[in-house]
């Protein structure tokens, strides 16, 4: 029997990984390798690079909702299954980094963390870092889900649970779907609030972070908070 020809380019692809590392292969070919997993016995080229056509990037076709990657042809469940299933990998990756040491320490694995768990999602989320006297990681909660544009804040709420959890410290972080992280006059008005409702019990914000396909950006950099 006649060895399928995309067996030598897949060996290659692996060999190059194994070689030169992630960095080496474009995002096309990083999903093709990917999907090999998944779909073993089939030329997944031509796959990949329809999901980047209609996704943009790597990073946004492993964040796509299941429904969406679906609606490619040649994904089915459980090849949408592998492509969450390394989203979710990445990020408690990321999250395990945050919780072995202080975050204030760590700004950048803070922000990496967040655009990998909620930068391309298609909804708006609110999600909380909570944080001990050492600014160690106590929990990490989204608190809200709304729509495209709009998520419902409610300051008690997060005061409440903070207390609940015994932290002394917040970080807040939402999503901007629009792929732009700049902060809106609502995201500055609601931090405020809350920042107002936490001082109340002595309850810290280090920050509100916004993240987007388009990058991120920190209300306290930006002096509006």
């Not at 809200?144 to 544009?149: L, P, R, Y």
């Amino acid at each position: 029997m006649e060895t399928p020809h995309y067996h030598g380019h897949r060996e290659r692809l692996r060999q190059r990984f194994l070689r030169d590392g992630p960095d080496s292969l474009p995002d096309y070919e990083l999903l093709e390798l990917l999907l090999t997993f998944a779909i073993p016995r089939s030329d997944v080229k031509p796959l990949a690079k329809r999901l980047i056509d209609r996704f943009g990037s790597f990073a946004e076709v492993i964040a796509a909702e299941p429904e969406r990657l679906m609606e490619v042809k040649g994904v089915r469940q459980n090849t949408a299954v592998a492509l969450m299933v390394a989203k979710a990998s990445a990020a408690r990756l990321l999250k395990g980094e945050l919780a072995a040491r202080p975050i204030l320490g760590s700004y950048d694995s803070v922000v990496d963390y967040c655009r990998a768990a909620m930068a391309f999602e298609a909804q708006e989320q609110f999600r909380i870092l909570f944080l001990d006297k050492k600014n160690r990681l106590v929990a990490d909660e989204v608190q809200q889900q709304g729509t495209v544009d709009h998520t419902p804040v409610y300051p008690r709420e997060v005061v409440k649970r903070a207390i609940e959890l015994g932290a002394t410290a917040l970080i807040l972080v939402h999503n901007h779907p629009s792929g732009d992280p700049t902060p809106s006059r609502a995201d500055i008005t609601m931090t405020g609030e809350i920042v107002a409702a936490a001082k109340t019990v002595e309850i810290v914000v280090h920050d509100h972070i916004v993240v987007a396909r388009g990058g991120h950006a920190s209300l306290r950099q930006l002096n509006l908070m």
